[in-house]
């Protein structure tokens, strides 16, 4: 039997897609490689953005309607904190790895 201090949310995810939907982003924090092009889907009905916590950032997308999709290229590694404008407590992250 193994313990964890973190809950299954914390646990970082592969892949190239993130959900928008239930006001969160999904997974909320995920690993890619260099040069992977990250795809964010809203699947709610409000409408979201994908938008870089840190000023400067490279995610700034317009606000997504239902069903739209924005997407990025990560060229560097490093850690991306993301946000929704329009409902800032919805955070993520992407974590780009050489």
Same mark, same amino acid.
């Given at each position: 039997?193994?313990? $964890?201090?973190?809950?299954?949310?914390a646990?970082?995810?592969?892949?190239?897609a993130v959900?928008?939907?239930?006001f +969160?982003?999904?997974?909320a924090?995920?690993?890619?490689?260099?040069?992977?092009t =990250?795809?964010?889907t809203?699947?709610d009905?409000?409408? /979201?953005t =994908?938008?870089?916590?840190?000023s400067?950032?490279?995610?700034h $997308?317009?606000?997504? +309607?239902? /069903?739209?999709a924005? $997407?990025?290229t *990560?060229t560097?590694?490093?850690?991306?904190?993301?946000?929704?404008?329009i /409902?800032? *407590?919805?955070?993520?992250?992407?974590? =780009?790895?050489?």
């Amino acid at each position: 039997m193994s313990t $964890s201090s973190t809950g299954a949310a914390a646990t970082p995810m592969t892949g190239n897609a993130v959900a928008i939907k239930n006001f +969160a982003f999904s997974p909320a924090t995920l690993q890619v490689k260099a040069g992977t092009t =990250v795809t964010w889907t809203n699947q709610d009905t409000d409408a /979201h953005t =994908v938008t870089s916590a840190a000023s400067g950032g490279p995610l700034h $997308s317009a606000a997504l +309607a239902t /069903h739209a999709a924005y $997407s990025y290229t *990560f060229t560097k590694p490093g850690t991306y904190a993301y946000i929704c404008t329009i /409902h800032p *407590f919805m955070t993520a992250t992407v974590e =780009v790895t050489r």
